[in-house]
């Protein structure tokens, strides 16, 4: 749907799917013109949100009354805001269960926080009500990490395309309600994949941007390069303009640096295909499905439609799963570690696993997992002066059912741990570069498959633009969950 296409606003406010099957770019653009009022939004996505939401439970934490006491008060714009990069005119988002957000909990689905109510939003918060969001809800989260949206406290989140499977995470929910039309744009954030995983999962995109692209709250391991905050969107265009909002330089983040000259969005409506492109199924160091081979093998050829070539070429990955196993154990340690002697009852098995596995590691394992991430790093760097893409799949096994914790075996090879089956985002983690992952196609029984992106660093708006490139040839999905949630 195209805003020339649209029904006037009289009617358009009194249709709310219509207005939720909107892209967040074409909301925006009616917003600025005022044929839509953010009201309009806010009261669309609740009536959304209150169909939907009672069976894929993406978003557990609400304030309703809130958003639209905003939209009522929504100040009106002058030029100069309006010509700002990222400027939303007051379109709801949700935020993701591991962020502040003003009023409500923080729980990171776990026990522990379940009545952690936020005095005040965090910077990624706060900077995007800056820019214009209105925050509508909280989306579910697993229990501090993971990859699979559940918890004890506000149960699983489902995927919209088959309520039988999971979401993926950490940023399920997030995903989920982006992909079932409970709003436009969500924040995420990723370690090991939670951006790019759940988009894969649930059929939207995902970007984890350069490490320092886009400030992180304040937090106890400000120096840690291993996890970021991005933007989640239906569409690369409505990834982009999120990520106008969000790059920012914050002198709480010491990694952060200052917004490029040219926004995002430019990458967008003028985009350039890439030269070269490589694709490997597993990287060169683990098994993936044959369908999801299949897929993304199919979709990633299509860049020859755009006058790229594509091979099978790709750097070494050697080291990977350990550099990153040791680092992450490492981060978690540091972050949750204290929790353990007070609350071990009350954390799940899996963050144990992880807080102790970095709890026993020596200086010498963590020193080795550096030089490692290194090592890698000069080879992936090397890659791109020849190839300006890596594309890879996103996971190596397609969207599983939703009671199971975590895949234990990829196409009968058994998994050493709970992370494993994670390893094509995780191992790109350790590189900081810019990663997106865009829907490539379905599985023979209808499960989303996404296509992982990897650009040269901090080559975001390239990436952005190859990207845009894809999608474009490879045309929007066939058939829409939203119709099935209808």
């Known amino acids: 749907m195209t805003a020339s296409s649209l ?92 962020n502040d957000l003003a009023g409500l909990p923080t729980t990171y689905g776990s026990p522990i926080y379940r009545h952690n109510v936020a005095a005040r939003s965090d910077l ?17 989260v697993p229990e501090f990490a993971g990859a699979n949206t559940f918890n004890t406290v506000f149960g699983a989140t489902r995927n919209p395309w088959n309520t039988q499977l999971t979401a993926g995470g950490s940023s399920g929910g997030s995903a989920a309600a982006l992909a079932a039309g409970m709003v436009w744009l969500a924040t995420g954030n990723d370690l090991g994949g939670s951006l790019r995983i759940p988009a894969s999962y649930c059929g939207i995109v995902g970007m ?15 120096y840690d390069a291993l996890w970021v905050e991005g933007p989640m969107g239906r569409s690369v265009a409505d990834v982009a303009l999120m990520l106008d909002a ?19 969005v430019e990458a967008v409506r003028h985009p350039r295909g890439p030269r070269r492109v490589g694709f490997t199924a597993n990287l060169g160091i683990g098994r993936v ?3 999801v081979t299949r897929i993304c093998a199919q979709a990633a050829a299509r860049f020859a439609d755009a006058g790229a070539h594509v091979d099978e070429g790709h750097p070494d990955f050697t080291g990977g ?36 596995k970095g709890l026993r590691q020596s200086g010498a394992d963590v ?28 996971v190596a096994v397609a969207p599983f059912a939703v009671e ?44 989303p498959v996404g296509l992982q992106l990897l650009g040269r660093p901090r080559g975001d708006f390239d990436l952005l633009g190859a990207a845009r490139v894809l999608e474009t040839t490879l045309g929007r999905a066939a058939h829409d969950p939203q119709a099935a949630l209808a």
């Open 7 to 98: 029904p006037p606003k009289n009617t358009l406010a009194r249709d709310a799917h219509g207005l939720c099957s909107l892209g967040a770019s074409e909301a925006v653009e009616l917003l600025k013109k005022r044929e839509i009022a953010p009201l309009d939004l806010v009261d669309a996505a609740i009536a959304r949100i209150e169909q939907i939401d009672p069976v894929v439970n993406a978003l557990p934490l609400r304030r309703f009354e809130a958003a639209r006491e905003q939209a009522r008060h929504f100040p009106r714009p002058d030029d100069a805001t309006l010509a700002t990069p990222g400027w939303l005119g007051g379109l709801p988002v949700a935020v993701k269960d591991y």
């Open 124 to 140: 990624t918060v706060a900077n995007l009500e800056r820019h214009g969001a209105i925050p509508l809800a909280k989306s579910n």
């Open 208 to 222: 984890r941007p350069s490490v320092g692209r886009v400030p992180r709250p304040v937090s106890v391991a400000p």
């Open 246 to 264: 969000q790059s920012h330089f914050d002198a709480r983040d010491p990694l952060s640096y200052a917004r490029p000259p040219v926004p995002f």
């Open 289 to 291: 499905e044959a369908q």
């Open 321 to 356: 799963f350990e550099a990153f196993q040791t680092l992450r154990a490492n981060l978690v340690a540091a972050v949750r570690g204290p929790l353990l002697a007070s609350e071990r009852e009350r954390i799940c098995p899996e963050i144990i696993w992880n807080i102790e």
């Open 367 to 394: 020193a080795r997992a550096e030089r490692l991430r290194g090592e890698l790093f000069q080879r992936v760097s090397a890659f791109f002066d020849d190839y300006d893409v890596l594309a890879c799949p996103t």
């Open 404 to 447: 199971q914790r975590y895949p234990t075996e990829i196409d009968g090879t058994p998994l050493d741990s709970y992370i494993d089956w994670m390893y094509l985002t995780f191992v790109l983690t350790l590189t900081g570069c810019p990663a997106i992952s865009i829907p490539a196609g379905f599985t023979d029984d209808g499960r």
